[in-house]
């Protein structure tokens, strides 16, 4: 349908937690967050809230990144829900709706994910490793935080993003 802007700090929507779907998501919201994160360079997650809907709808792909080691392909989860979490690993995350700040940030090695596809099945994932990280990350948008709230220290664990030339 079409490829939306993504909404960046201080936008209000991403700080709010997002509604529960409920039955049915509208198709247009899934194929507008499919086409913004295509159309997004390394993007490797998106969140209905980052598009300025504030609903629990997420897209998960790291498919091409060089950190996989554990690969769904492309996920669309609607009303997502870690049911389970083990291990702790500090990484090194960016994020398109803080664009100018990458930030170390603690996260569980290892998940079970639970939601429903957008035909309504309902679907339970086991990752762990970056994919991991990427669920838990969208995840946080649907919750209204952003990688700035996950950090131990905005003096030490957070870093203004490298550009290149």
Do not use: W
């Not at 919201?29 to 295509?38: A, E, H, P, Q, S």
Request: net charge neutral; glycine share 6%; aromatic share 2%.
């Amino acid at each position: 349908m079409a490829v939306r802007s993504v909404n960046r700090l201080p936008d209000h929507v991403l700080k709010v937690r997002a509604e529960p779907v409920g039955d049915t998501p509208g198709k247009d919201l899934i194929v507008d967050l499919l086409d913004t994160m295509r159309a997004s360079p390394a993007c490797v997650g998106l969140a209905a809230p980052q598009i300025g809907v504030a609903r629990r709808v997420i897209a998960v792909d790291v498919t091409d990144h060089k950190k996989t080691t554990t690969c769904h392909g492309l996920v669309v989860l609607i009303d997502p829900v870690i049911i389970e979490a083990s291990g702790r690993e500090v990484a090194r995350e960016g994020c398109m709706s803080v664009p100018d700040l990458t930030a170390n940030v603690a996260r569980a090695h290892r998940i079970v994910v639970r939601g429903r596809t957008p035909e309504g099945d309902d679907r339970v994932i086991v990752t762990d490793g970056f994919e991991a990280r990427a669920f838990q990350h969208e995840i946080d948008h649907l919750d209204g935080l952003l990688i700035l709230d996950r950090v131990d220290s905005l003096a030490t664990d957070v870093f203004r993003r490298r550009t290149y030339k």
